[in-house]
């Protein structure tokens, strides 16, 4: 294979020449695609498919890679996922805020006694990993 270096239009990296094959078909979509692309000419068209190509393949830097589209809509899907458990968390300390006031008005339970009851549920929710039901918590009161 024949190469021969030229400086390329930047000034940055020199080009180097080289023969390529390819057929009739894959030269044509370059000829359709590269103005779209933004490329000033086949030969940048071509350059930047071989290297997206090859950062698809390595994945050492898939920042290129991933459309910025892609990046936003996934970024956007988690704020609106953020911001709806942050809605149902506030609802369900609303409803537990009713449920503690009722308890409280019906029930004449001394600071101490509190203090030591919140002690204790601590250390079982840490250990059970938070997941608790009704039934294991009237099993827990017996």
């Not at 692309?37 to 698809?56: H, N, P």
């Amino acid at each position: 294979m024949t190469k021969q270096k030229e400086k390329a239009p930047d000034g940055d990296n020199a080009r180097v020449r080289f023969a390529l094959y390819t057929d009739e078909a894959t030269l044509e979509q370059v000829k359709q695609n590269y103005k779209q692309d933004g490329c000033s000419c086949m030969s940048e068209y071509v350059t930047k498919a071989i290297r997206y190509y090859t950062e698809l393949h390595s994945l050492a830097d898939c920042s290129h890679v991933v459309p910025d589209i892609i990046a936003s809509t996934l970024k956007d899907i988690t704020r609106e996922s953020d911001n709806r458990q942050g809605r149902l968390l506030f609802k369900l300390a609303v409803e537990l805020a009713i449920l503690q006031n009722v308890v409280a008005a019906n029930y004449g339970i001394s600071k101490t006694d509190l203090e030591r009851l919140r002690g204790i549920c601590v250390n079982e929710v840490k250990k059970i990993n938070g997941s608790i039901t009704f039934d294991e918590a009237i099993r827990w009161q017996s």
